[in-house]
């Protein structure tokens, strides 16, 4: 039986990002604690799969580097629930080069949908979250917007960018009742950690992956999910502005 803090019964959330991966395990946890969930992702056959399979109700479709598709998305949950509690922006991309071999598009393009995406998303969210006076966004950063890693020059600075709008955005916006805290997952066995490999993805490259790990394993996306609803729920009252390290003692050493 689920803590009553942690149950979203009649809570409305947004999940961009929710057709695969920690999205879409995110999407799913949401549904299963009796929330309503709006499914926004790019892939509308992935996503209205995820939508069907927790009778979420159709998906948006679209980019959330459009300042107005992001707009819609949150006029949407109001529309349908006359709402908003909760935003989850896990929607991103990766590109896998140093800056030599990152061409002007791939950087453009990795900071349109990794910056701008939370941003715009939030920006759209915050007006009616203060109108309820409480409300709750967890951004996805990520371990590398921390540390850094070779290899992912574009991906780490957007993460890192992803964070300072998670502290900036959450104190100005402490007042109004809102939270605003961000996950920051290490290894997690997702689409996009198989993607963008110069190698081919096999059983003993993932192996490989898994090693690096203290705990000797990928994390699954459900065990992501699961700290994203406990950061958007009553549960963390008292957390806002803080980057929640997920990553089985990796950046511990």
């Known amino acids: ?43 509308g056959s992935l996503a209205a799969q995820v939508a069907n399979d927790i009778n979420a109700g159709p998906p948006v479709i679209g980019d959330v580097s ?8 949150v006029e949407t949950a109001l529309e349908r629930h006359g709402r908003l509690d909760v935003l989850v922006n896990a929607a991103g991309i990766i590109v896998r080069a140093d800056a030599l071999n990152t061409s002007d598009e791939q950087w453009q393009r990795i900071m349109d949908v990794n910056v701008k995406g939370v941003f715009f998303m939030s920006r759209a969210a915050v007006p009616h979250m203060r109108k309820l006076g409480r409300g709750a966004i967890v951004n996805f950063g990520s371990i590398w917007g921390t ?9 780490c600075a957007s993460k890192a960018a992803v964070h ?8 100005d916006h402490v007042r109004d009742g809102i939270r605003i805290n961000a996950v920051c997952p290490g290894e997690v066995n997702t689409p996009m950690l198989a ?11 993932m192996e ?17 999910a699961r700290v994203v609803l406990f950061l958007a ?6 957390i806002t502005g ?8 990796y950046t511990a050493r």
């Open 242 to 249: 803080s980057l929640l390290t997920v990553d089985a003692g």
């Open 164 to 171: 300072q709008i998670t502290r900036a955005m959450a104190l």
């Open 66 to 73: 459009d300042a107005s598709f992001c707009k819609r998305a």
């Open 147 to 155: 540390v850094g890693a070779t290899g992912a020059v574009a991906y």
């Open 1 to 43: 039986m689920r803590e009553a803090n942690m149950a979203f019964t009649g809570k409305v959330a947004i999940v961009t990002g929710a057709a695969s991966g920690m999205g879409a395990a995110t999407a799913r946890e949401f549904a299963a604690t009796g929330g309503e969930v709006i499914i926004v992702d790019r892939n």
């Open 195 to 205: 993607s963008e490999r110069t190698e081919p993805v096999t059983a003993e490259l």
């Open 233 to 238: 729920s009553d549960s963390a009252s008292y």
């Open 208 to 224: 490989r992956l898994a090693a690096t790990v203290p705990l000797g394993r990928l994390a699954d996306p459900l065990e992501i």
